[in-house]
Nanobody, 120 residues
Framework: QVQLVESGGDLVQPGGSLRLSCAASGRIASIVAMGWYRQAPGKQRELVAA???????DYVDSVKGRFTISRDNAKNTVYLQMNSLKPEDTAVYYC??????????????WGQGTQVTVSS
């Protein structure tokens, strides 16, 4: 069983920065991709950023140039550096890992969510 533990969510003023972390533990197969989703009240969950095993990255347009996703393979950890935060970035942020086992079967794992609030 794989468990993801997130940290780093907080209340921050507009223009501020936060760094989210998500560490995986347990029986981890080959990691295919990692990423971050967010869900604001009354809105659908959206993909914010993703990084593949080859370190290719992708971002939703609204965060390009402000957020940076990175990974530490040795620690099975993914990070999201968020700069120039805006009130519209307020949401619960969820990390996810996609793994593939030796049989080619993929599995998705989710963190419990961490609250990011951007407000003055």
């Amino acid at each position: 069983q794989v468990q993801l533990v997130e940290s780093g969510g907080d209340l921050v003023q507009p223009g501020g920065s936060l760094r989210l972390s998500c560490a995986a533990s347990g029986r981890i197969a080959s990691i295919v991709a990692m990423g971050w989703y967010r869900q604001a009240p009354g809105k659908q969950r959206e993909l914010v950023a993703a990084i593949t095993s080859g370190s290719d990255t992708d971002y939703v347009d609204s965060v390009k140039g402000r957020f940076t996703i990175s990974r530490d393979n040795a620690k099975n950890t993914v990070y999201l550096q968020m700069n120039s935060l805006k009130p519209e970035d307020t949401a619960v942020y969820y990390c996810y890992f996609k793994t593939r086992n030796v049989y080619g079967i993929t599995s998705d794992y989710w963190g419990q969510g961490t609250q990011v609030t951007v407000s003055s």
